[in-house]
């Protein structure tokens, strides 16, 4: 059984911090790595995915995996009460994976004024 | 460019009716899917197609039947809707873009079955 384990949160924030937001999976053979950001009522969109170890830029955005430890991360720089959503980890790949993704429930961030 | 949408966007039904969502993409993708996602339990796979005429079942698919009419155009049949159903439901495409294979989401359709 894949899993990917996300804390629900809410992670709370204030706005200009640096918001951290964790993933772990289950599956070794998983090859990429997915961040989606989902705000209330709306549907899941892409902000960024990772394959290798490392780091992974974009705007404001990193996501850092460590394939050894099975653990994904999203790091977001100058947090803006925008970024208030859920957060959804999902991951590709591994035994019998396919294109399928199997997705974390999320975490919410919250970022205050 | 529309990218993936979903037809109806809210429906409430009855035990035991059926209804077919709708769901159709325009950036020429291979690969569609079929998720609903409920309060704690996340988004869970219900059935996806890996490409045009080929349909396989994912981690939910009881009482649920799609059909691949075409490349574009990917549904989802209840056949007999039960309460349990009642949930938001996302059509997804995936396809080669940004550099990796990524999967792109439809507006969602909000079902209540009383």
């Known amino acids: 059984q894949k899993e990917v384990e996300q804390n629900s949160g809410p992670l709370s924030v204030p706005e200009g911090a640096i918001a951290s937001l964790n993933c772990t999976y289950s599956d070794r053979g998983s090859q990429s790595f997915f961040w989606y950001r989902q705000y209330s009522g709306k549907s899941p969109e892409l902000i960024m995915f990772?394959?290798?170890?490392g780091d992974k830029e974009d705007g404001r955005f990193t996501a850092q995996l460590n394939k050894a430890s099975q653990y994904v991360s999203l790091l977001i720089r100058d947090s803006q009460p925008s970024d208030s959503a859920t957060y959804l980890c999902?991951?590709?790949?591994?035994?019998?994976?396919?294109?399928?993704?199997?997705f974390g429930t999320g975490t919410q961030l919250k970022v205050e004024l | 460019n529309a990218g993936v949408t979903q037809t109806p966007k809210f429906q409430v039904l009855k035990t035991g009716q059926s209804m077919t969502l709708q769901c159709a993409q325009d950036m020429n993708h291979n690969s569609m899917y079929w998720y609903r996602q409920d309060p704690g339990m996340g988004l869970r796979l219900i059935y996806y197609?890996?490409?045009?005429?080929?349909?396989d079942k994912g981690e939910v698919p009881n009482g649920y039947n799609v059909s691949r009419l075409n490349k574009r155009e990917f549904s989802l049949r209840l056949e007999s809707a039960a309460p349990s159903q009642t949930s938001v439901y996302f059509c997804?495409?995936?396809?080669?873009?940004?550099?990796?294979?990524?999967?792109?989401f439809g507006p969602g359709t909000r079902l209540l079955v009383l």
């Open positions: 990772i394959y290798s170890n």
């Open positions: 999902a991951v590709n790949g591994g035994t019998g994976g396919g294109n399928k993704l199997t």
């Open positions: 997804a495409s995936s396809g080669r873009d940004r550099g990796g294979e990524t999967q792109y």
């Open positions: 197609s890996a490409s045009e005429g080929t349909t």
